[in-house]
C-alpha cells in the first residue's frame, strides 16, 4: 500500500492532450470571416470618401455659385433693386461657362447680340473705333460685366471686348430671362437699361442715378407701322423719342438745310436702331425737328415731354433739376463748335464758364458783312438768317412792314446748336462775310474769344514744337485748324500707348502726367527716356507706314491729345503736305547711319530729291550681283531678301536696300523682291545726294559722306553695340586707310592678329569656310579680325 501511495506501482494511461494551434495559420472559414469584415470596413471607408467628396463638390459648387451670384449681382440690371434672392438664384443657375484663347473677340463693336458676359477668370481690353481704328479705352477683369443691355435690347454693340490673356466668362442669354423672369421684373430690369441709354443723352447725362430711374420710369411707350410719319421737319418739338425697337429714318429735303455743325460730305440721311433718339435739341427751346422722321420698320418708341421730365420731380427740386439739364445742354451746343469738339474736359470746363446767355429783339442785327468778329454765337432759340448784304440793304420796308432780307440769303436757322462767326477763334483779325440778323426773338449763346485763345493758343505751341508742324512749315492759321482736330485721350497708369514694332498713323502730345519710353535691348525693356507735359511721341506715323521705333508707357494717370495722319491729310494742302514728307523723311533718316549725321538743311535737300517707286507683287527691287545705283528706303508694304536662290529674311517698312552699296556702286549682295500687293519706296543715287550741294560745296558734302559710311562701318563691329555717338566718333579717328592690292593677303590663320579691318570698297576672300559671301546675312560682313579688340 505504502508503494502505491509513492506512485511506484502499476502505470495508469494519462488523459488525451489537445493539439496546440500553429501560429499564423487560419481555417478557411476565418478567412472568409476576415475578408467579410475587412469588405465592410472597406465599404463604410469607401462610402465615407464618397460622401466626404460629394461634400467637398457640393461645397465647391456652392461655393461658385455663390461667387457666381455675387457676380450677377453686380449687374445693376440683375441687382437685388430689382430682383428677388430667388430670382437670381434661379439665373445663377442659368449662367452658361465659356473659355476664349487669347485675343479672341467676344463681342464685336455694332453688332447686334442677345447676351450678357461676367468675367470669371483672366482678363479683356474694351476696344472702340475712332476715324476708323481701334482704340483700347479701358480693361476688364474678374468679376466685370459687358453686354448687358444685349439681354433685353437689339441695341449694336458699342465696343469689341477682345481677350487678353486666357478667359472663363459666364453667359446669360435673353431668352433665360425671359423664361425665368417675371413681366413685372423684365420691366423693372427695362427701365433700369433704359437708365444707361440715358448715358448717350446729353439732355439727361449729367441727372443724378434717382432721377435717371424716375424718368426712364415715366417714359411713354408708342408703336409705329412701317412707313408711318413720326414727325415732319417743320414740326414743332414737343418729345424726346427713343427707339425701343426697330429701325427709323431721318431725312432732310435739301442738304442746304443741314445745320452747321453737320460734318462735312455726311448724308443727309440718318438711320436710327434701338437706342437712338430724336427731339432732344428742340425740346428744351421748342425748335422745329428739323428732319422728316418716318419709320423704317416695324417701330416702338418711348417718349417724354419736358414737362414730365420735371414732374417726375419733387417740387422743391425741379429748379435745381432744369438748371442742370440747361448747362448740359449748353455743353453740348457749344460742343459742336469744331475748335471745342475734341478740346480736353478740362480746358472746355473752363471755357464753358466764359459763355454767356444773350437775347436779342426781332429784326436786331447780331452782326454785319465786313464788321470786326469779337464773338462766337450759337443758338438756342428762335430763327436767325445769314444774309449776304450790308446792314443798310437788309430789309425792303422800314419798322413794322419789315419783310424777310432781299439778295443772297441762306435758308433761315433754327436748330439749337447751329453756330456763326467761329472764325475769330483762330484768326483775331476775322470779319463776317455775312449779315447775321435775328428773325423772331431769339437767345444765343455768347463766347468770347480769348477764353478759346488761352486753350488754342497753348495747344497750338505745343504742336509748333514738332519739326513737322513748326512755323518753318505751316502758318499760324495751318496750326489753329489742326489744333481744332486734337483729340484727347486718358491713359491709365501702366497703359501703352504705343509699342516698339508697331505701325500707327496718330502723334501724340502729353498735357498732363508722365511717361516711359521704352526699347528693347538684347531681349530686355530699357527706359530710355522719360517724356512729360509738352513732350511728343510718334510724328513719324502721320506721315508713313513704318514700325514704332519705341514703346511708350504712361507711369502716372496721362492725360494726351493725338493727331492723325486722317487729321492732317483732310486740312492742309498737298503742297504743305509734301513738305512735311520731306521734314519726315529727315527723321528717317536719323536710322540710316550714311545720312545720320548731315546738317538738318542737307537732309531736308536730300528728301526733296527721293524719288517715290511703286512695285508690284514679284517685281525686283535689287538684283543679286548687278552694280548698286540707288538706295532704296521701303515706305510701304514688305520685301523678301534672297541669295543664290535662298530666301534670308522678310523686310518691314523703314528698311533701307542698298544703301552701302550705293557709296561705291558695288555689286548687289542679294536680290530684293517685293513680297506685298503693292510695295512703296523712296530711292535716291549717289549721284542725286551730291547734286544737292551747292556751288563749291560738293567736295565738302563727298567728304562728310565718306565720313559717314566710315561711321556706318565702324558700327557694324561687335564691340560698338550700344556705344555713343561720341565713342564711334573717337573710335573712327583712330582708323587709318589702308590699300590692299589684289591676290596680297591680309593676314593668315593663326598668326597674331594685330588689327580689326573694314572693308570700304572691293571684295575679300575668307578662305576657310567662305565666312564673306555664304553668311545667311541680308548685309555681307565688312569686318574681319575684330576678336582682337576683346
Known amino acids: 500500500a505504502g508503494e502505491d501511495a509513492t506512485g511506484y506501482g502499476a502505470l495508469q494511461p494519462s488523459p488525451p492532450k489537445t493539439p496546440r494551434p500553429i501560429r499564423g495559420l487560419r481555417t478557411l472559414g476565418q478567412l472568409n470571416a476576415t475578408i467579410e469584415t475587412d469588405a465592410q470596413r472597406h465599404m463604410v471607408r469607401a462610402t465615407h470618401m464618397d460622401n466626404t467628396r460629394t461634400h467637398i463638390t ?108 486666357d478667359v472663363t466668362a459666364l453667359s446669360l442669354a435673353r431668352s433665360d430671362l425671359m423664361q425665368t423672369i417675371g413681366e413685372q ?17 446729353p439732355l439727361f447725362s449729367a441727372l443724378n442715378s434717382d432721377q435717371k430711374v424716375r424718368i426712364a420710369g415715366a417714359l411713354k411707350k408708342q408703336k409705329w407701322r412701317q412707313n408711318a410719319i413720326i414727325t415732319g421737319e417743320n414740326h414743332i418739338t414737343s418729345r424726346l423719342y427713343i427707339v425701343e425697337h426697330g429701325h427709323v429714318l431721318m431725312e432732310v429735303k435739301s442738304k442746304e438745310l443741314l445745320p452747321s455743325f453737320w460734318p462735312v460730305g455726311a448724308q443727309p440721311t440718318i438711320t436710327l436702331s434701338p437706342g437712338g433718339f430724336f427731339g432732344m435739341r428742340g425740346l428744351l427751346y421748342g425748335a422745329p425737328v428739323g428732319f422728316n422722321i418716318t419709320a423704317a420698320t416695324d417701330v416702338q418708341t418711348l417718349s417724354i415731354s419736358f ?138 449763346l455768347r463766347l468770347p474769344p480769348g477764353a478759346v485763345w488761352s486753350v488754342l493758343q497753348a495747344e497750338r505751341q505745343h504742336i509748333a514744337r514738332i519739326p513737322l508742324l513748326s512755323q518753318e512749315v505751316l502758318g499760324k492759321a495751318d496750326q489753329y485748324m489742326l489744333v481744332g482736330k486734337l483729340k484727347a485721350w486718358n491713359f491709365p497708369a501702366g497703359k501703352f500707348i504705343i509699342q516698339e514694332g508697331e505701325v500707327g498713323d496718330m ?32 510724328e513719324l506715323a502721320v506721315m508713313y507706314d513704318m514700325p514704332r521705333t519705341a514703346t511708350v508707357r504712361a507711369t502716372t494717370d496721362v492725360v494726351a491729345v493725338s493727331l492723325s495722319r486722317e487729321d492732317i491729310y483732310s486740312t492742309l494742302s498737298p503742297e504743305k503736305i509734301q513738305k512735311m514728307r ?16 548731315l546738317e538738318t538743311s542737307v537732309k531736308i535737300k536730300i528728301a526733296e530729291k527721293l524719288r517715290s517707286d511703286v512695285y508690284k507683287q514679284g517685281d525686283k527691287i535689287q538684283v543679286e550681283g548687278e552694280p548698286t545705283h540707288r ?89 560698338m553695340k550700344g556705344k555713343s555717338d561720341e565713342y564711334i566718333s573717337a573710335v573712327l579717328n583712330h582708323a587709318e586707310p589702308v590699300t590692299i592690292v589684289q591676290g596680297d593677303i591680309l593676314f593668315e590663320k593663326d598668326r597674331p592678329l594685330e588689327a580689326a579691318y573694314l572693308l570700304e570698297r572691293g571684295e575679300l576672300h575668307v578662305a576657310e569656310g567662305e565666312r564673306f559671301m555664304d553668311v545667311d546675312l541680308p548685309e555681307p560682313e565688312r569686318h574681319f579680325g575684330a576678336e582682337c579688340l576683346g
Open 582 to 597: 520731306c521734314i519726315a523723311c529727315t527723321q528717317v533718316f536719323q536710322q540710316i547711319p550714311l545720312l545720320k549725321t
Open 185 to 201: 421684373e423684365l420691366e423693372s430690369m427695362r427701365v433700369i437699361a433704359r437708365t444707361q441709354v440715358f448715358s448717350s443723352i
Open 58 to 165: 457640393d461645397m465647391v459648387a456652392n461655393m461658385r455659385q455663390e461667387l457666381r451670384g455675387q457676380f450677377l449681382g453686380k449687374v445693376p440690371l440683375l441687382s437685388r433693386n430689382v430682383l428677388s434672392e430667388q430670382e437670381q438664384l434661379r439665373l445663377v443657375g442659368k449662367l452658361r461657362p465659356w473659355t476664349f484663347s487669347s485675343g479672341h473677340k467676344i463681342i464685336v463693336e455694332g453688332e447686334i447680340g442677345d447676351k450678357l458676359y461676367i468675367i470669371e477668370r483672366g482678363t479683356c481690353e474694351v476696344i472702340k473705333t475712332v476715324n476708323g481704328r481701334g482704340i483700347c479705352v479701358g480693361q476688364l477683369t474678374k468679376g466685370a460685366f459687358f453686354g448687358e443691355i444685349a439681354a433685353l435690347y437689339d441695341m449694336p454693340r458699342t465696343a469689341t471686348v477682345r481677350t487678353t490673356s
Open 507 to 538: 502723334l501724340y502730345v502729353i498735357e498732363k502726367g508722365v511717361c516711359d519710353a521704352i526699347k528693347e535691348i538684347d531681349g530686355k525693356e530699357v527706359v530710355v527716356s522719360q517724356l512729360k507735359k509738352g513732350a511728343f511721341f510718334g
Open 307 to 444: 414737362e414730365e421730365v420735371l414732374e417726375t420731380s419733387p417740387p422743391e427740386d425741379r429748379a435745381a433739376m432744369e438748371a442742370t439739364m440747361r448747362k448740359a445742354m449748353q455743353g453740348y451746343l457749344l460742343r459742336q463748335i469744331p475748335q471745342l469738339k475734341q478740346m480736353a474736359e478740362e480746358h472746355f470746363q473752363n471755357v464753358l464758364a466764359h459763355a454767356q446767355e444773350v437775347s436779342f429783339k426781332k429784326w436786331s442785327v447780331i452782326f454785319s458783312k465786313g464788321e470786326r468778329i469779337d464773338s462766337v454765337y450759337v443758338l438756342e432759340k428762335g430763327m436767325v438768317l445769314e444774309h449776304d448784304g450790308e446792314r443798310v440793304a437788309m430789309c425792303e420796308l422800314p419798322g413794322e412792314e419789315k419783310g424777310l432780307p432781299v439778295g443772297n440769303s441762306k435758308p433761315p436757322r433754327v436748330t439749337p446748336g447751329e453756330f456763326f462767326g467761329v472764325g475769330c477763334l483762330t484768326d483775331k483779325g476775322a470779319r463776317a462775310n455775312y449779315t447775321l440778323v435775328a428773325l423772331t426773338d431769339v437767345t444765343m
Open 631 to 719: 538706295f532704296h528706303i521701303v515706305e510701304k508694304g514688305e520685301v523678301i531678301l534672297s541669295r543664290k536662290g535662298r530666301e534670308l529674311c522678310k523686310k518691314h517698312p523703314g528698311y533701307t536696300v542698298g544703301e552701302l552699296g550705293n557709296m561705291h556702286k558695288e555689286s548687289a549682295h542679294f536680290t530684293c523682291v517685293a513680297c506685298s500687293k503693292e510695295v512703296k519706296t523712296l530711292s535716291i543715287s549717289m549721284e542725286e545726294i551730291l547734286e544737292t550741294a551747292g556751288t563749291g560745296e560738293r567736295p565738302a558734302l563727298e567728304r562728310t559722306l565718306a565720313s559717314c559710311f566710315r561711321r556706318a562701318l565702324v558700327m557694324q563691329l561687335p564691340q
